[in-house]
């Protein structure tokens, strides 16, 4: 806990939209240990004696939020000290944060001493450093960009206490750490290559004759012959304005991914050097023995996976950097074989848990609210709660997530209909189940869909588990509903499932494989899903398919890994570095597809699991 004399504070005034405030505060030291515990809205930069300590909010809920504890003795001196907080303020709803107003909270600690704490007496005023109150996106997802400045700082003045009522918990996962500076490669004027996909904080060396504004764009490609940044609303860019001189920058409040970075400049400002500071989350790489192509892949989805965890996983370090389930389950199943820790997955399965709407499902993204919930990915919960007991024996985590597995399975039971099945849910819910064609749109006139109803079955079967393991009773008859699946969705003459009522000439993969996993369909089902004519199945759900070939025969793992070394060769021969978000590029999604995505690392696991070498 944050010792009680400590105080919700900010800066006096008018508080606005994407602000930056610098707090002051001193404290004596007389040797021991001293620790610094601090929570922020939005994101925090701490430093003691003008050298760096900490940075990286672990973002909360209204009612729950987190703060780190930081050893800073060694930054520490005998007798008077400095703290020097920045922090900024962002002032809105996006896929990583919930607005809650601004606020920081932090005590320095020694033993059973208060050396310092946030008050009405500590000292706070706009950091001039940073550009405040003119928001600029980045992308919806992400919010606002931060722009940095070099100026002189006004007068401080003391601050002012504000209201929050919250439960604060300490961070539940390890702090990033920091690797070494890695210097981008000019490849012709004004445009670098950090030589591969890579994420963390962009810094420039700069030499101005005169005021300037350097604005940075970032990517992962170079398609058009330059970084693609501005893409739609999105805009992939970072301004540093400098004054006469030199100097550097480095801006450590938004964390960028790519692997080119393009400089505009005006005439009279050299850049003499520019990169990233990379980002990490600590972790233990299990061992392999991979060769060749096998270990080409492995070693790039490993990289993949490690580049999309931050303070939680992000479905992409690029464009969003946003936790859903579905991108998690993938990665967590395969960070269970790629790693030797498991706290991450524990620790992101319990802040989803706290993400639920007021129906019952969950948000699209976590921490957020008032998102166009996805009803599918709500069911894949329970799921993987189940696969982190499976792989960690940790049932204990049931006692912090139960309750929500237990609403979205009551809230889907309650819309089985007469027939036995449900239909989808009608706008503003999203119905999504993969990229491809019938299985992604928001829909005026609820389908009913094969996939949600063989969905609904699946979490079905794996939740009893749950519930067994807690002594709870809930009941749903699956076999009403598999007969009613084979009722609406079945050709017998075929063995094949269509995709919905409204789509009875579609067949996907992902329609079989799920139809199979739930004990439905026979030879020929399984069949189709090694030939051609389905609509195919892309690289976040591919794991589905290949679980259905292994149920229906276990022969069917030379075909996995086949068609595992064929998408990822493929990716790999176009110089992939990390895996894309879907096999299309580059090009996908009218061109904002990710290069780098969490949800296509699963092969970690089936390479490990059907070839198994030092597993």
């Not at 620790?35 to 003008?50: C, H, P, Q, R, S």
């Not at 709660?385 to 139960?402: C, K, N, Q, R, S």
């Not at 939740?463 to 009941?475: H, I, P, Q, S």
């Amino acid at each position: 806990m944050i010792n009680e004399k400590a105080k919700w504070i900010w800066r006096k005034g008018n508080v606005t939209k994407n602000e930056f405030v610098r707090f002051e505060d001193s404290f004596d030291f007389c040797g021991g240990k001293a620790f610094l515990k601090i929570a922020a809205e939005t994101d925090y930069i701490a430093y003691v004696n003008g050298r760096e300590v900490a940075f990286g909010q672990y973002a909360g809920y209204p009612d729950l939020k987190f703060y780190d504890e930081t050893d800073i003795s060694e930054y520490c001196r005998e007798g008077e000290n400095t703290l020097s907080l920045t922090v900024r303020y962002e002032g809105l709803d996006s896929s990583t944060h919930i607005d809650d107003g601004a606020g920081v909270i932090y005590a320095v600690e020694s033993g059973d001493r208060v050396l310092a704490h946030s008050s009405e007496k500590t000292l706070s005023l706009l950091d001039s450093r940073y550009v405040s109150g003119e928001p600029r996106f980045i992308t919806v997802q992400l919010g606002y960009a931060a722009d940095m400045r070099v100026a002189e700082a006004p007068e401080l003045m003391p601050s002012v206490v504000i209201e929050k009522s919250c439960k604060l918990v300490q961070r539940p996962v390890k702090k990033t750490v920091l690797g070494e500076r890695k210097a981008a490669r000019e490849i012709r004027e004004g445009l670098y290559d950090l030589g591969c996909e890579d994420a963390g904080y962009l810094y420039v060396k700069y030499k101005s004759d005169k005021e300037a504004c350097i604005k940075v764009a970032y990517g992962e490609h170079i398609a058009d012959g330059c970084v693609r940044y501005l893409i739609a609303k999105r805009n992939f860019s970072l301004d540093f304005y400098v004054t006469e001189g030199a100097g550097e920058l480095c801006q450590k409040f938004i964390r960028i991914a790519g692997r080119y970075l393009e400089v505009f400049a005006p005439e009279g400002v050299t850049v003499n050097e520019i990169g990233i500071i990379p980002v990490r989350y600590p972790l233990t790489e299990r061992a392999h023995s991979f060769t060749g192509l096998d270990k080409d892949i492995y070693e790039t989805c490993v990289r993949t996976l490690r580049l999309c965890m931050n303070t939680h996983y992000e479905d992409c370090p690029w464009r969003e950097q946003a936790l859903y389930v579905l991108d998690s389950k993938n990665q967590m199943l395969t960070g269970y074989y790629a790693f030797e820790e498991s706290e991450f997955q524990r620790a992101n399965l319990v802040l989803i848990s706290h993400g639920v709407r007021d129906d019952g499902f969950l948000e699209l993204t976590f921490p957020a609210k008032g998102t166009p919930a996805i009803p599918f990915f709500s069911l894949m919960y329970p799921v993987t709660v189940l696969e982190y007991i499976e792989h960690t024996g940790d049932a204990g985590i049931l006692d912090e997530v139960f309750d929500t597995a237990l609403g979205i399975m009551t809230g889907f039971k309650n819309r089985i209909e007469k027939d036995r099945l449900i239909r989808e849910f009608p706008v503003p819910y999203w119905n999504f189940y993969e990229w491809t064609e019938g299985s992604t749109g928001a829909v005026k006139i609820p389908r009913c869909h094969l996939i949600l109803n063989c969905a609904l079955v699946y979490a079905y079967e794996r939740f009893k588990k749950l519930c067994d393991m807690r002594g709870v009773k809930f009941e749903i008859d699956t076999d009403a509903i598999k007969n009613a699946i084979l009722s609406e969705f079945y050709h017998p003459e075929t063995g094949l499932f269509h995709l919905s009522d409204t789509d009875p000439e579609k067949y996907s993969e992902l329609g079989q494989a799920f139809a199979l996993l739930i004990g439905l369909g026979d030879e020929r089902t399984a069949a189709a899903l090694t030939s051609e004519g389905l609509i195919p199945v892309t690289l976040s759900a591919a794991g589905f398919v290949y679980d259905a070939l292994l149920k229906s025969d276990p022969k069917n793992a030379e075909f996995i890994l086949a068609d595992i070394r064929k998408k990822y060769g493929y990716m790999l021969d176009r110089g992939a570095t990390t895996f894309w978000e879907t096999i299309e590029g580059e090009s996908a999604f009218n061109k904002a597809g990710s290069l780098c995505h969490g949800w296509s690392a699963l092969p970690v696991y089936y390479l490990k699991e059907l070839t198994n070498p030092l597993r």
